[in-house]
DNA sequence: GGATCATTACTCGGATAGTGAGTGTCCGAGTTGAAGCGG
DNA sequence: CCGCTTCAACTCGGACACTCACTATCCGAGTAATGATCC
């Protein structure tokens, strides 16, 4: 199993848009992150798809946040550069082979199935709890408005 | 995010192995869950290098678990085939760019990574309560005890 | 009849090609702000 | 001085190559049962 890096440079950039006063392009993320900007471009469009950001265009356009930080889950960000299929998709194997049972036998669930399920259910949920607003300063021994203050003023140039 | 799908079957075949008496020969697991052949074999190569099940050669030989199935987690299995490496790897890049952080202030972790740290700590704790003993009939509508019975005998064919 | 030994068939194990999603890149469509011009 | 027009620069969005892990496959090394042979 392996998360995509976008995943992660996503992530960043919603902590970032949220402590911007304006709309910031896809450049200025990427320069600030020190990552390739037309792949993150990719995934800010997954974004942007998702309604959790908004685009504008023009000359000063950029990204906004469409919401309020404290209202965007982690969950929302990595479905929307993730997709939303789980992990784990059930075959039907049980199906298979001499030994496999018949379609109507298989109204419910896959115990196998239902394990990763419920799993990845805890996984979402553990997401879900944390919103953009509570990713704090990303290194210790600064208080989160201080680095939101310096941001701030490093994207003001 | 995407399980490799042979993690499911190697779950698949560690419960038909808790409930086969003698050892299991990887074609005829194969042929159980109507797979293909070769690959399923790497999927128990990599349990057997996990030490969850012991190989063994010969003439009448085949793959056996190496523990009760009830002292066998769902996670060890997840793990020994899709590797022990976390899906979210923090690749760091708070310490990129002109605004980067220095490498003595990221002596803590991002809080990113933090908290898809803790999200797939979740993942793992849900997968690790559940043994192999406990995944029950595939189907439903037949109690596990007999169903086992009738894998048993189809394996003596 | 019993023990020994070569045979043989069967097993696992690692090394070898093919494929799809993720990764990285590019250029075009559209919009906005500003500058220039005329009244 | 004010409004309009034109322009130009900047933005996003989707379409196009490249790479690596997952998928699928093959053949060789090793082992235990089996059958024949000899005592």
Redesign the interface.
């Known amino acids: ?5 976008g ?3 996503a ?2 950039c919603c ?1 970032v848009l949220s402590r911007a006063d304006g709309p910031v392009p896809a450049q200025r993320l990427a ?5 390739s900007p037309t792949y993150l471009a990719k995934s800010l469009q997954a974004l942007s798809r998702a309604g959790l950001v908004a685009a504008l265009e023009g000359r000063v356009g950029g990204y906004v946040l469409s919401r309020p930080a404290a209202e965007i889950s ?1 969950l929302d960000v990595v479905l929307a550069v ?2 939303p299929e789980p ?5 039907e ?2 199906q ?6 018949k379609p109507e ?4 669930m ?3 199935a239902r ?2 399920a ?3 259910n ?6 879900a709890e ?1 919103s953009i607003a509570d ?7 600064i208080t989160p408005a201080a680095q939101a203050e ?2 701030r003023a ?1 994207l003001a140039n």
């Open positions: 199993m392996k998360l995509a890096a995943v992660e440079w992530i960043h902590v320069e600030f992150h020190g990552v982690v993730d997709g992990a784990f998709r059930c075959t194997i049980r298979n082979g001499p030994f496999g049972a036998e298989c109204q419910e896959c115990s196998v394990v990763m419920n799993a990845e805890a996984w979402r949920g553990a997401l944390v990713i704090g300063a990303y290194v210790a021994g310096a941001v490093w």
